[in-house]
């Protein structure tokens, strides 16, 4: 990845090692009259650890909507780890495949909100799916879970329901809940945008880690600059739907090349 | 007051009869209102259009009417039902046409968020709503449900006008016979009142047992006798 | 064929007077209703000993009752205490009282629905109280009050139909003497429920709308 000495095309087209395990081709995606993403051409490498920054109604969060099929391209070609995820050409209509049910499963995202199940408990909300999805044995899954809230920090809240933990404990369950079902790409959205400032570090803890110790692909799209700077291999810089700038966050964050990723990051690093 | 006590047995089964039909088309009403409600939020236009037309037919016309249909016209077509099983059936579907729209709501309601959780995970929209969604929604639908539940109750007085032997139909007999109006009519809206209190006794106790933060209440009386007994 | 067309027709006309009655019955049923009920939730509101509770209470036992059994008692008791009245107004006079009850409940919550802030603001610019409650929480309030005065306008509309056991000749009781002298209830029933459906639908698609007009703004 050489730093680029002339004004890059909007659409950065990043090509990098032969099989990407996330590519977009051409995706667009219109809201009515708005575009949101411009015919993007966008790759990630397999195990590696991506950060996306830009303002809001910048299209970054639907990236990773699209991917989790949260939400459906207008246009454009999404494959995951060589299968197709999406192809849709305009106008016509899309319906939910076996293919995509499929592909989906190797994919896994953790939400702003957290979004744990309140009825069942942190142990309950992390077995769930592997049972059910995976088809795994009780014994095993719960055997798992609790691994997993070990690694999470968690242990002793294995009984808890999400009403009796705070947000920075709630969304290292949910992280927990996505790793139990070994996804080859995690996927997270702002998530440390809802919590309180003093809980924001146990839960950058738990994805540092993440980080360092596997080699499972992550995008994160986030606004905390310091944190990608220290774990992303790569950061992109989005705005108005199309991919402005990318680059390690050396250059990014120390030399920024494009103007709009300057001023951005000047508004941004203000405060 | 004589002719209540006289006729007091009559009226005991009167309750008992009253009681019965509650419960009968109450059981309908619930199966009713959970599939018409789903089928309501299918995305099939084939399963939610017939669902919908159902509810806006039986919410829009008068439940008297649909009990005297079923009792009076249907015989028209062959079909003689017995008095109650016509006062059941319109009960049910006509209160279950209204619960429908109850369940629909509470579903729809949910959190956006724990839909796309669901599908992050992998899971399949019937066992998201099986296992996550409806469970979630149950606490949002008891004071509405308990709602129509009393209105069902109540309206189970008028089963008497189609020949069911209710409270109401029995009150009716014994003022005819004996032209004591005053003690019957009072009694028999006391019992009707005591009844949709407990009822409604009942409801409140239900929403406390699923409340969403149930599990956590009782951990928390847990480790409130643990501290008074001075355990770590 | 089942259905035997030409009876329908003939009878459509004495059913268009049924429902002539039954409608009358609603809107006077709903006036009555709309100002009882605000009588009994300020009666209720102001808290005056003895009256208050009594008023409470037979809210609540009016709602906790049988219309039907309300409207039997109207018809057959009070004559015996010299109130006598024809079954029309008694019918309007019942179903009035009964739905009162419940549009009392409504004032409540329209009422308690005006956030607390708005009373604490207009103490704070020192604004009286007639002023506080006319031109900042009523009017606030009604955008509660009126979609819901319009749900049991409808409501009432179809529930008018109980009436018909204590002789009040409306739609349903017009439905019932056809069909018992003609000994055919399939048409006049039917075309009854039709038109029920062709007035309550359209009604309560016009009151949704007003639903979403007044929808509170937080």
């Keep these: 990845m050489r730093p680029s000495t002339e004004p890059q095309p909007l659409s950065a087209d990043v090509a990098l090692a032969p099989d990407p395990i996330i590519r977009f081709q051409n995706v667009s995606k219109n809201w009515g009259a708005n575009q949101v993403l411009k015919s993007l051409n966008f790759e990630v490498a397999p195990g590696e650890k991506v950060s996306i920054i830009g303002p809001s109604g910048s299209g970054k969060t639907t990236i990773l909507r699209i991917l989790m099929t949260l939400e459906t391209p207008t246009e454009g070609l999404v494959t995951v780890d060589g299968d197709t995820l999406w192809d849709v050409t305009a106008g016509q209509k899309v319906r939910e495949t076996k293919q995509l049910r499929e592909t989906r499963r190797k994919i896994g995202m953790v939400f ?18 592997p049972i059910h999805v995976l088809g795994m044995g009780k014994a095993e899954a719960k055997e798992r879970a609790a691994d997993l809230l070990n690694l999470v920090g968690l242990g002793k809240h294995m009984n808890h329901t999400p009403p009796q933990m705070s947000g920075g404990q709630q969304q290292r369950v949910a992280i927990a809940r996505a790793l139990a ?47 990608a700077e220290e774990i992303s291999d790569r950061v992109v810089m989005f705005d108005n739907g199309a991919a402005v700038e990318s680059g390690p966050p050396a250059q990014i964050f120390k030399d920024p090349q494009q103007e709009r990723t300057r001023t951005f990051l000047r508004a941004v690093l203000q405060h | 007051m004589s002719a209540v006590i006289d006729y007091a047995p009559l009226l005991w089964q009167g309750l008992l009869t009253t009681i019965l039909v509650a419960v009968l088309s109450g059981a309908l009403c619930l199966v009713v209102a959970f599939a018409a409600g789903l089928a309501r939020l299918s995305s099939h236009r084939l399963i939610s259009w017939p669902a919908g037309i159902f509810i806006e037919v039986f919410r829009g016309t008068s439940l008297l009417v649909q009990m005297f249909w079923l009792f009076f016209a249907l015989p028209f077509f062959g079909v003689q039902l017995h008095p109650l099983t016509a006062a059941v059936l319109a009960l049910g579907l006509n209160e279950g046409a209204y619960a429908a729209e109850v369940v629909r709501g509470a579903i729809a309601s949910r959190a956006k968020g724990q839909t796309e959780a669901c599908i992050a995970l992998g899971m399949e929209p019937a066992l998201r709503l099986r296992r996550i969604i409806i469970p979630q929604s149950i606490p949002a639908m008891l004071p509405p449900f308990g709602n129509v539940m009393v209105d069902l109750l109540k309206n189970t007085s008028l089963v008497s006008l189609v020949t069911v032997a209710d409270l109401t139909f029995r009150a009716q007999m014994i003022r005819s016979t004996t032209g004591q109006t005053t003690a019957i009519f009072l009694t028999i809206l006391v019992a009707y009142f005591a009844l949709s209190y407990l009822l409604t006794l009942l409801t409140g106790w239900l929403e406390r047992r699923f409340a969403l933060d149930r599990k956590a209440l009782a951990a928390q009386r847990k480790e409130n006798r643990l501290m008074k007994v001075g355990a770590a | 064929m089942i259905w035997d067309n030409n009876f329908a027709v003939s009878v459509f006309p004495l059913l268009l007077e049924g429902l002539w009655v039954t409608i009358q019955i609603t809107l006077l049923g709903t006036l009555l209703a709309a100002v009882l009920g605000l009588f009994f939730a300020v009666l209720r509101r102001l808290a005056i000993p003895v009256l208050s509770p009594v008023v409470s209470f037979f809210v609540v036992f009016v709602r906790g009752t049988p219309l039907l059994v309300q409207a039997y008692c109207a018809f057959f008791v009070l004559p015996a205490y010299g109130v006598s009245f024809d079954a029309f107004t008694t019918g309007v006079v019942v179903i009035g009282v009964n739905y009162s009850a419940y549009m009392a409940e409504v004032y409540r919550s329209g009422i308690q629905g005006v956030p607390k802030g708005q009373w604490e603001a207009a103490t704070a610019l020192s604004l009286p109280g007639v002023r506080t409650w006319g031109r900042i929480i009523l009017p606030q309030a009604v955008r509660t009050v009126v979609p819901m005065l319009g749900n049991y306008l409808i409501q009432m509309f179809k529930d008018s139909a109980v009436l018909s056991a204590i002789t009040v000749v409306e739609l349903m009781a017009t439905a019932q003497a056809i069909g018992s002298s003609n000994f055919r209830y399939l048409e006049p029933l039917t075309m009854a429920a039709l038109l029920f459906l062709a007035i309550s639908y359209p009604a309560s698609r016009l009151v949704n709308r007003l639903e979403r007009r007044y929808a509170p703004q937080h």
């Design chain 1, 181 to 227: 079902m070994r996804p080859k790409v995690l996927l997270f959205d702002e998530p440390t945008s809802a919590l309180d400032p003093e809980l924001i570090g146990e839960v950058l803890n738990v994805i540092r880690n993440l980080a360092h110790t596997t080699d499972m692909t992550m995008l994160m799209v986030t606004h905390e600059m310091r944190f």
């Design chain 1, 112 to 129: 702003q909100q957290f979004n744990l199940f309140p009825h069942m408990t942190a142990m309950e909300n992390i077995i769930e799916a």
